[in-house]
């Protein structure tokens, strides 16, 4: 008699496909992601969400979901730090690999405090992980935006300006002015070597309203997906990689980032 044997194997489940963060809401962000590709034979029994500061996980906020979840909301994040999230899936045969989203930075949906100009500290150096290449975020929502009521209608200028750089090489760096939540100005700078900053200036002449109040951001991305790659801003003197410094003999390797905004002009009339 002939019998035929059947076993089945189980393996710990792939990484989790398609994970996404997005943040509408102060203080908070949503991860959604798909189901791994392996094994079929089992599901998972839950996902761990993992969200990372600067290239650090922050266990304390670490989520938990049920194997049927394919989204979960962290409501307890700080407003003005960039995020980035592991998400990996578990079955009775352990944990499998994780799968990072792009990063995103909560805003404290607060008005920019009122001036004409904002300048961060000489000693300010920025980083941005994980950049999709698409989505605008801010350099430093508390010291890089600014907001204004102006007295007149006319035109205003708006100027920002940072040091740019990456830390690995191939990836530009985007420099961009946001005005009442739609960019007005950008361009593509930086240098695609690596720990070379180049200072980039974009501008912009906005129509303005009278009695009308204007918030203007400073903002960045990189020039293309970016997953595990780090962006820089700032005006430090020393490299973040290392106790060497930048060479002191130009100027334009220590800028501060600034932005500022004009008083408004009289329009020109128009043809």
């Given at each position: 008699?002939?019998?035929?044997?059947?076993?089945?194997?189980?393996?710990?489940?792939?990484?989790?496909?398609?994970?996404?963060a997005?943040?509408?809401a102060?203080?908070?962000?949503?991860?959604?992601?798909q189901?791994?590709?392996?094994?079929?034979?089992?599901?998972?029994?839950?996902?761990?969400i993992t969200?990372y500061?600067?290239g650090?996980?922050?266990?304390?906020?670490?989520?938990?979901?049920?194997?049927?979840?394919?989204?979960?909301?962290f409501?307890n994040?700080?407003?003005?730090?960039?995020?980035?999230?592991s998400?990996?899936?578990?079955?009775?045969?352990?944990?499998?690999?994780?799968?990072?989203?792009?990063?995103?930075t909560?805003?404290?949906?607060?008005?920019?405090?009122?001036?004409?100009?904002?300048?961060?500290s000489?000693?300010s150096?920025?980083?941005?992980?994980?950049?999709?290449?698409?989505?605008?975020?801010?350099?430093?929502?508390?010291?890089?935006?600014?907001s204004?009521?102006?007295?007149?209608?006319?035109?205003?200028?708006?100027?920002?300006?940072?040091?740019l750089?990456?830390?690995?090489?191939g990836?530009?760096?985007?420099?961009?002015?946001?005005v009442?939540?739609?960019?007005?100005?950008?361009?593509?700078?930086g240098?695609?070597?690596?720990?070379a900053p180049?200072?980039?200036?974009?501008q912009?002449?906005?129509?303005?309203?009278?009695?009308?109040?204007?918030?203007?951001?400073l903002?960045?991305?990189?020039?293309?997906?970016?997953?595990?790659?780090?962006i820089?801003?700032?005006?430090?003197?020393?490299r973040?990689?290392?106790?060497?410094?930048?060479?002191?003999?130009?100027?334009r390797?220590?800028?501060?980032?600034?932005?500022?905004?004009s008083?408004?002009?009289?329009?020109?009339?128009?043809?």
């Amino acid at each position: 008699m002939l019998r035929t044997w059947c076993r089945t194997y189980l393996t710990t489940p792939s990484a989790p496909l398609n994970v996404t963060a997005s943040s509408a809401a102060p203080s908070s962000a949503t991860v959604d992601w798909q189901a791994p590709a392996f094994p079929v034979s089992s599901t998972p029994t839950s996902y761990t969400i993992t969200p990372y500061v600067q290239g650090v996980a922050q266990n304390n906020l670490a989520a938990s979901a049920a194997g049927s979840a394919t989204s979960d909301t962290f409501s307890n994040l700080a407003n003005a730090t960039t995020y980035w999230f592991s998400v990996t899936a578990t079955n009775a045969s352990g944990t499998g690999p994780s799968t990072n989203s792009f990063s995103v930075t909560p805003q404290s949906g607060a008005p920019p405090a009122t001036r004409m100009s904002a300048v961060s500290s000489p000693s300010s150096q920025y980083q941005l992980p994980n950049s999709d290449g698409v989505t605008w975020q801010d350099i430093d929502p508390s010291n890089l935006t600014l907001s204004f009521t102006p007295a007149t209608t006319g035109e205003a200028i708006i100027t920002g300006n940072s040091d740019l750089w990456t830390s690995t090489s191939g990836f530009n760096q985007d420099i961009g002015l946001s005005v009442n939540g739609a960019t007005v100005a950008w361009k593509e700078s930086g240098g695609m070597a690596t720990f070379a900053p180049n200072a980039a200036l974009v501008q912009a002449v906005v129509d303005v309203q009278a009695g009308t109040a204007y918030a203007v951001r400073l903002q960045w991305k990189a020039n293309q997906p970016a997953m595990g790659v780090t962006i820089w801003a700032g005006g430090r003197t020393r490299r973040p990689d290392s106790a060497s410094s930048w060479s002191t003999g130009s100027a334009r390797q220590r800028r501060t980032p600034t932005v500022a905004a004009s008083a408004p002009r009289r329009q020109r009339s128009r043809c």
